[in-house]
């Protein structure tokens, strides 16, 4: 779980020594691209359940979860290449619904951002320069829902 | 005819005057990662800074930003503010030297919102291009790790400019 903000930890990297930014503090420290993978897996996996439930309580969510989860697919299919160009485990082929999942738009909001930073956090575990910049680009398009999802949240609370 | 996001790209990098290998790494090309290269990337992307700080300070003295968005600009600029200073600070403790922004960056054309806005999303899809592109070459953990989260600002800039100027954002 993270305790900084993304803009805290950026102070504090500019505030100090650059290790800093890569220390504890931080949110996650991943040791191997496997970790990174897995949690990637589980925090996609949260945030399409949450966007399924979402999409039947809110018919004007419907088009948006469509695209994301359209997207997830791609990027499943790119990490499944990404894992056998790595030597990594194949993903398990499915995993468990999170418990308690309910059409709330702020949590959404809440694990989309888990899901983004857990592509920032994991990066430097990854080691692999086409791997790195494959998921940084999953990690963009993740950032783009976030970002539509902060929107719609502006708009609601007027 | 509309410039693409490559064009749009190396234009900003030739104004920034960015040093060669990291133009090739814009253009696709490959290279060992190492100590230089990550300088050479920071002092690129510090160009991209300055040059974004600039922008948003062009719109908001002269009142440029229509008043929804001008929250937005703020908030952009301060994102801007901090990614220079952490680009800095790590070049810095690498015993680099941060280069300063260029003394004009031609903008006196920005004169209406609608000139300003696709300015700023032009130099935000900049920025996110050139992050993407070269966070790959990126050998040292803090700095890779620095620079996806300033993507994530770029992200986030570049789709609320998206949306401001009618396109699509999913």
């Known amino acids: 779980m993270k305790v900084l903000s993304r803009r805290a930890a950026l102070r504090l990297a500019a505030a100090g020594p650059a290790l800093a930014i890569a220390g504890p503090a931080v949110g996650e420290e991943y040791a191997s691209a496997a970790e990174v993978f897995a949690a990637i897996d589980t925090r996609e996996a949260e945030v399409a359940a949450r966007l399924r439930v979402l999409a039947r309580a809110v018919p004007a969510a419907t088009a948006l979860a469509e695209s994301v989860l359209r997207d997830h697919e791609r990027f499943r299919a790119e990490r499944a290449k990404l894992r056998r160009r790595l030597r990594l485990e194949p993903a398990p082929a499915a995993f468990p619904a999170p418990a308690g999942v309910d059409a709330d738009l702020q949590a959404l909001r809440e694990a989309l951002d888990r899901l983004v930073y857990t592509h920032a956090e994991g990066l430097p575990a990854v080691r692999d320069p086409h791997s790195v910049h494959q998921l940084a680009t999953h990690m963009v398009e993740h950032a783009r829902h976030l970002t539509v999802v902060d929107l719609w949240l502006e708009r609601e609370r007027g | ?170």
Do not use: C
């Open chain 2, 1 to 170: 005819m509309a410039e693409s996001r490559r064009d749009a790209l190396f234009r900003v990098a030739g104004l920034a005057g960015l040093a060669l290998p990291v133009v090739d790494l814009l253009g696709g090309a490959g290279a060992r990662a190492s100590e230089r290269l990550d300088l050479e990337i920071l002092g690129a992307a510090l160009a991209l800074e300055h040059h974004a700080i600039a922008i948003y300070e062009h719109g908001l003295e002269r009142g440029l930003f229509p008043s929804g968005l001008r929250d937005y600009a703020v908030e952009f600029r301060g994102d801007h503010l901090g990614h220079r200073d952490t680009q800095v600070a790590l070049m810095e403790e690498r015993g680099g030297r941060a280069p300063a922004p260029q003394r004009t960056y031609h903008l006196e054309g920005l004169t209406s919102a609608e000139r300003l806005l696709k300015e700023a999303l032009t130099i935000e899809r900049v920025a996110q291009d050139a992050y993407l592109r070269l966070i790959g070459n990126i050998r040292t953990s803090d700095y890779q790790l620095a620079a996806a989260f300033i993507l994530v600002d770029e992200v986030r800039h570049a789709t609320v400019w998206k949306r401001a100027t009618g396109a699509r954002i999913y």
